[in-house]
């Protein structure tokens, strides 16, 4: 009998071992929009911020997915071929899947991602960030030791995001976003700012972030356009030239936390 016990209890301890090691899957979640245009202007989520961040999770072992309010297809723009390596990567089996069938928030099973990457673009300024779905499941995300990082607007979907404390996530974490001079001098898109909800810069600082923006004088340099906290694990970068550093960024800070 005592045999029969030591057995079972062997087994139920293989199991559990087993199953535990399988579910260490290593995965990073982006969040894009489903909203794809601003104005009279196509829009969404900037293929610049989101083709070759992807590409590079991908290629450093991680499997992504993306999650977006509605679910299906992200709406990314421009739609046309973004030529040589970013067209590449447009044409692949895996984007083409991943960006067709992006996940609902309530697919999305927060224990399975080790972080979260937000690309810019507007769209989200009008779907994103009021999803209060995909505010909890980033929260939880986060709270479970995940990495966040956004580059350009992306940074605007972080604001209405609390954490467990009833604090903003933002609150006190140095970061940095895309700048609001910037939005009025040189955005068209959105008319200069004209046709956006909310001035990010603006909000952001109002949630307690600690910000750090470039001036628009003399030319921004990385030390105010590319900004990881590392204490808070958050890596932001201010324009989508960035967002390649961000994704290299935040797979260095899994691969030291993990």
């Not at 509605?70 to 083409?96: E, M, T």
């Not at 958050?234 to 691969?255: H, M, N, R, Y």
Request: net charge positive; proline share 4%; aromatic share 12%.
């Amino acid at each position: 009998m005592r045999q029969i016990i030591s057995t079972i209890f062997l087994l139920l301890f293989c199991t559990d071992y087993f199953c535990q090691d399988s579910s260490k899957t290593k995965k990073i979640l982006i969040v894009a929009t489903n909203v794809d245009i601003l104005g009279k202007n196509e829009n969404g989520t900037f293929v610049f911020e989101l083709a070759r961040p992807f590409q590079y999770f991908v290629d450093n072992g991680y499997d992504v997915d993306f999650v977006t309010p509605k679910g299906r297809k992200v709406a990314i723009y421009p739609k046309a071929n973004a030529g040589l390596d970013i067209g590449k990567i447009q044409l692949s089996k895996l984007y083409i899947s991943k960006t067709q069938n992006s996940l609902l928030p309530t697919e999305v099973k927060c224990t399975d991602y080790v972080a979260v990457f937000y690309p810019g673009g507007y769209g989200q300024f009008f779907d994103v960030v009021n999803n209060d779905s995909i505010s909890t499941l980033v929260a939880k995300i986060y709270e479970n030791g995940g990495v966040i990082g956004t580059t350009g607007h992306g940074a605007a979907s972080l604001i209405n995001i609390k954490l467990t404390n009833n604090k903003y996530l933002v609150e006190g974490k140095k970061m940095t976003c895309f700048p609001h001079w910037s939005e009025l001098k040189d955005m068209f898109v959105s008319d200069y700012g004209k046709l956006l909800p909310f001035d990010m810069q603006e909000v952001l600082a109002k949630r307690g972030a600690n910000l750090i923006v470039c001036p628009s004088r003399p030319s921004p340099t990385k030390e105010c356009t590319q900004i990881i906290d590392y204490t808070n694990r958050l890596i932001t970068g201010a324009f989508a030239s960035d967002a390649d550093w961000v994704a290299e960024q935040i797979v260095k800070q899994l691969q030291i936390t993990r």
